[in-house]
């Protein structure tokens, strides 16, 4: 009989303790949906993906990959300053060192959210992981935040992957093609500044002019630069581990290839995200084929203006053999060759581009495309030969793209001069 009541009890507390926590799971389901949060069940993920079907991606210093069904975008922010063009409207290398407070925030969204906090960001006005609040998730890669709010299992099986194919960026690449160099040497030197203007006008800005005017910068401009003794790499991966384990600040350096002239720059290591920073583009000695003199004047035709350009995907500086290269307006169209080159001979405008409107009439859009790429629309081409008794060798307008993995598009800038802005 005792042992009846010990099993009835036991039954009866079972169904209890059951009855607890389903009301618990119910009140916390239903605070969750007041919120706007769904509970989701918790499917059972891998927590390793193959990454290596991923899309390269590169902004900066930094490189990443993420999955090709996820969407990606990029927004420019403005944390102080003022942004500065020269008067064709294009940012130079002057200008950016006025407006060290401009950063981009990298925006990762999946197929499908339940909320708006379904996705992942990168860099941004968060500059560490200690600025947000205890519901986000943030992991910090090369000084760069990498953070979500979202409680998708999918996106935070995403994150965990994603953050682990993070690494430093760097490439030289040959001037006239476009197409990476393999054999370097870089001579590297760190600077303790943090941002672009500190390092103008600081304690080490006669480094900062130093290295804007030299090409062989080490050597020149050691005296005024950095801490400690240079470094140097004869492989770009080893460089690029170097970037990765150091410090956060400025590492200057100068490239050095057989056939090419020697160059220098910076890269600022900062937890901030630019665009700028990542490609030493080397000019060769001798010009590339398709550029020579005698090859040019053979492509020439009367009353045309003759536009030469290279593509190069922006990751690997491959050549892309097959982009389609078309003028929209023109109806034109032709295809690049294996080493990534295309030729148009486009109608030469005589008359006088003297007002907005002549210029919006007159400026051409470039289109390439090809499988597996984004769709990359270059703008603001003036289809005007550069004529005069000065100009001694056979003119032709360069105009080359660097395409990006993956689908939609990008649109470069158009960029209108001073008053004509607003007008198109």
């Not at 001037?175 to 006008?201: N, S």
């Not at 990006?404 to 990008?410: D, R």
Request: glycine share 8%; charged share 25%.
């Amino acid at each position: 009989m005792n042992q009846k009541k010990v099993i009835l009890l036991i039954i009866i507390f079972v169904i209890v303790l059951v009855l607890i926590l389903g009301g618990i799971w119910h009140w916390q389901s239903q605070e969750q949906s007041q919120k706007g949060e769904v509970n989701l069940p918790k499917e059972k993920l891998p927590e390793k993906l193959d990454t290596s079907t991923w899309l390269p991606y590169v902004i900066g210093y930094i490189q990443f990959r993420y999955p090709a069904d996820w969407k990606i975008e990029e927004r420019e922010i403005t944390l102080g300053g003022i942004k500065q063009r020269n008067h064709f409207g294009f940012v130079t290398q002057n200008a950016l060192a006025q407006m060290p407070e401009i950063t981009t925030e990298i925006i990762l969204s999946p197929p499908t959210k339940q909320s708006e906090n379904d996705v992942i960001k990168i860099g941004g006005k968060v500059k560490n992981c200690r600025e947000l609040e205890g519901s986000y998730k943030c992991v910090e890669r090369i000084g760069v935040p990498i953070y979500t709010a979202s409680k998708l299992n999918t996106v935070m099986q995403t994150f965990n992957n994603l953050v682990e194919t993070f690494d430093t960026y760097f490439e030289a690449a040959d001037l006239d093609t476009g197409v990476a160099i393999d054999r370097v040497r870089i001579a590297v030197k760190y600077v303790p500044v943090m941002t672009v203007e500190e390092f103008r006008t600081g304690t080490y800005k006669y480094c900062f002019e130093c290295i804007t005017k030299e090409r062989d910068a080490i050597r020149r401009c050691s005296d005024k630069c950095g801490v400690g003794e240079e470094k140097i790499f004869t492989d770009k991966h080893e460089f690029r581990g170097y970037l990765k384990t150091g410090p956060l600040g400025a590492y200057i350096y100068t490239v050095e290839s057989e056939g090419y002239a020697i160059m220098s720059s910076y890269i600022i290591k900062s937890g901030r995200l630019h665009k700028f920073g990542n490609i030493m583009m080397m000019p060769p000695l001798s010009p590339a084929p398709e550029l020579r003199e005698e090859y040019i004047r053979s492509l020439l035709k009367p009353k045309t203006v003759l536009v030469v350009g290279f593509v190069v995907d922006n990751v690997f500086r491959k050549p892309l053999e097959g982009v389609t290269v078309s003028i929209p307006k023109l109806n034109l169209t032709t295809k690049t060759n294996a080493r990534g080159f295309y030729f148009f001979n486009i109608p030469e405008y005589s008359g006088r581009i003297d007002s907005c409107e002549k210029m919006i009439e007159t400026a051409l859009t470039f289109r390439y495309s090809k499988d597996g790429f984004k769709i990359y629309e270059h703008g603001q081409l003036y289809p005007v030969a550069l004529q005069g008794p000065d100009v001694k060798k056979p003119f032709y307008l360069k105009l080359n793209a660097a395409m990006f993995y993956g689908t939609g598009k990008i649109v470069h800038e158009y960029i209108l001069p001073g008053a004509c802005q607003g007008r198109r």
